[in-house]
């Protein structure tokens, strides 16, 4: 009833940019956080960055100053672009909705829903 699904991976050169974008579908009343993870191969899940839903946002550390993150609330989705892209920062990239709420048989529903991820990857 709901899907989340992550677009825009690609393959660039270091120095390059990108654009991620994330959509649910599905009657979505609303979601609250949305978050954008990583994980290079070998190596865990991280936060890369989030957005309330008032449109507070935060960053880890490596990737401030180079990545941003915007939400489209009419349209369900979340956009990270990527800048200056370095070699470190290939990993598939997830989106995650922690606080999802949808309409179901007249009824709200709230789940924490993740896209399949997209794979960025930076090499000369």
């Known amino acids: 009833q709901v899907q989340v699904v992550e677009s825009g991976g690609d393959s660039v050169q270091p120095g390059g940019s990108l654009r991620l974008s994330c959509e649910a579908s599905g009657i979505i009343f609303s979601i609250n956080d949305m978050r954008w993870y990583r994980q290079a191969p070998g190596k865990q899940r991280e936060l890369v960055a989030s957005?309330?839903?008032?449109?507070?946002?935060n960053y880890a550390d490596a990737v401030k100053g180079r990545f941003t993150i915007s939400r489209d609330n009419a349209e369900k989705m979340s956009t990270l672009q990527l800048s200056s892209l370095k070699p470190e920062d290939t990993a598939v990239y997830y989106c995650?909705?922690?606080?999802?709420?949808?309409?179901?048989?007249?009824?709200?529903?709230?789940?924490?829903?993740w896209g399949p991820g997209t794979q960025v990857t930076v090499s000369p």
């Open positions: 995650n909705f922690p606080g999802l709420t949808y309409l179901s048989g007249g009824r709200h529903y709230t789940g924490n829903y």
């Open positions: 957005i309330t839903n008032g449109g507070s946002t």
